[in-house]
């Protein structure tokens, strides 16, 4: 099974997922400041040396913090809204009946509906079963009577790691868990 790693700044924090071949780049060019995981996620082979008759091998951990500062806070940048990271913020639940959904039946919801004005948006959208969607239509829940029964939120930097949809080895995903804030959905 393939598997990207977490790359981190040398706080800890979620820069980017990377491939084991671009993670072994920063291993061979000593940026590599610490790593975490259990074990190694791959083991890359390179050339011979004549001198020792030995093989070059690069051991890749599925976590990787870089040395440097890094290039921007990404505590500051709101993580990229897509539908499919909205339904698992959401739990594929409907914020209007509370039934539970798996990939298909959900809809993505515009609180204020795109009619009116509403956008894309963490904070703007939910996730709806398709009838409560059909039975919302064109009115804000209050219009409609239909109350939400969860808020929307904005997904921390580690959460808006876990909501990738990425395959995510079992030791990363407990890595970033025990990162999330309290309260939040995904612990």
């Known amino acids: 099974m393939h598997h990207d790693v977490l790359q981190l700044d040398i706080n800890g924090t979620p820069q980017a997922w990377i491939t084991p071949q671009e993670a072994a780049l920063h291993y061979a060019t000593d940026a590599v400041a610490w790593f975490d995981g259990d074990g190694p996620l791959a083991t890359l082979r390179g050339g011979w040396n004549v001198a020792t008759g030995r093989q070059s091998l690069i051991e890749v951990h599925p976590i990787i913090a870089l040395r440097g500062a890094a290039k921007i806070n990404l505590f500051d940048i709101t993580p990229a809204f897509a539908s499919d990271k909205l339904m698992r913020r959401d739990r594929f639940t409907c914020a209007y009946c509370g039934e539970l959904f798996r990939d298909r039946g959900l809809t993505v919801d515009h609180i204020v509906p795109q009619s009116r004005g509403g956008?894309?948006?963490?904070?703007?959208?939910?996730?709806?079963?398709?009838?409560?969607?059909?039975?919302?239509a064109d009115r804000t829940p209050e219009e409609a009577g239909m109350p939400l029964l969860y808020l929307p939120y904005v997904p921390s930097r580690f959460e808006a790691f876990l909501l990738g949809g990425r395959r995510i080895r079992a030791d990363v995903h407990e890595w970033l868990a025990a990162r999330l804030p309290k309260g939040s959905r995904l612990s």
Do not use: H, I, T
């Not at 956008?119 to 919302?136: I, L, P, Q, T, Y």
């Open 119 to 136: 956008r894309d948006g963490w904070m703007e959208c939910v996730a709806s079963c398709s009838a409560c969607n059909f039975r919302k």
